[in-house]
């Protein structure tokens, strides 16, 4: 890969966009690679868990200005191959990923990076992260579905001043609009985000699979067709893993009485 560096570390894969000198802005290889990247990892049953980052200590400046827009402009074969490919990893694949996903943020998240930012499951930024939803200065509106999820994620007054100024602001600002999980200092991320990884690593991962399936489906449908598709969804959990894991961890609590799940380590920061 030209664009994408991936470091393995037990059951974790650390992802890294690269393309450091362009502080990781995404041209369409960059976009072509992921597809692949992802296609790989989640096929790949040593993987467990995906970190999503960035070389050089930056995030991702976007959208490739030049790469992406300019040099495609009236291309409209290569325009349509490029955003479709860009859709497709930033949000149709993430979004329901088979295991679980990490935005790790550091330096720069502009403009089309909080897309893959808002499809991971969990983000978690540097206190000094420099955010923007930039598109305002480029004559787009945020894309993919960023503005929509940014309406739900942010409160109304929020989601406008952002999308409307186009303003930078930093992690622990992102964190208090709850647009990541929380915000660390950059010498602590790696470790915070590999403890998160760790946690991630002791869920059922079918279990873990239909929870983010759920979570993210139930929100847009009325509550009576939610409860059916949440009855579904656990019929379909039970077909594709058994009662075996649900079984296992209720001997380890009843009959053993060798865990309990209060007692782990992990506790979440809130920005304040
Ligand atoms: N598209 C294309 N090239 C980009 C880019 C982008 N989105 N973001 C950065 N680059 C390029 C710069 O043009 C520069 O290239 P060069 O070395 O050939 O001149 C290189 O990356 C480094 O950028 P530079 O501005 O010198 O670094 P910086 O650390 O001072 O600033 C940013 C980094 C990201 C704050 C700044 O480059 C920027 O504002 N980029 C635009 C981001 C944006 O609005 N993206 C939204 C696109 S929808």
Redesign the pocket.
């Known amino acids: 890969m030209e664009t994408v560096e991936i470091e393995r570390d037990g059951r974790i894969a650390w992802v890294f966009l690269n393309r450091p000198?362009?502080?990781n802005?995404m041209n369409p290889k960059l976009h072509f690679e992921m597809n692949l990247v992802l296609d790989e990892l989640e096929a790949d049953t040593s993987v467990g868990c995906v970190v999503l980052s960035g070389r050089g200590g930056?995030f991702s400046?976007?959208?490739?200005?030049?790469?992406?827009f300019r040099d495609l402009s009236g291309d409209l074969v290569a325009q349509k191959k490029a955003q479709r490919a860009a859709n497709d990893w930033r949000w149709h694949r993430l979004e329901v990923f088979d295991k679980p996903t990490i935005a790790m943020i550091e330096g720069?998240c502009?403009?089309?990076a909080f897309t893959q930012m808002i499809a991971c499951d969990f983000a978690i930024a540097a206190e000094d992260a420099?955010f923007?939803l930039?598109?305002i200065?480029?004559g787009?509106i945020p894309g993919g579905l960023v503005t929509r999820v940014l309406t739900e994620a942010l409160g109304y007054r929020d989601a406008l001043d952002l999308c409307l100024t186009g303003r930078k602001f930093d992690g622990t600002e992102a964190a208090r609009l709850r647009l990541v999980n929380e915000a660390v200092p950059v010498g602590d991320l790696r470790a915070r985000t590999q403890a998160l990884a760790e946690l991630l690593l002791s869920k059922d991962p079918e279990a873990y699979r239909a929870t983010k399936h759920a979570v993210r489906y139930v929100r847009g449908i009325p509550m009576r067709e939610a409860e059916d598709y949440l009855a579904a969804k656990i019929g379909e959990l039970r077909m594709r893993a058994g009662v075996g894991a649900q079984e296992s961890a209720i001997s380890k609590f009843v009959d053993d009485k060798s865990y309990r799940p209060t007692d782990s380590s992990y506790t979440s920061v809130k920005g304040e």
């Open positions: 000198e362009k502080r802005a930056a400046a976007g959208q490739d200005l030049k790469e992406f720069v502009i403009g089309g420099t923007s930039s598109e200065n480029w787009q």
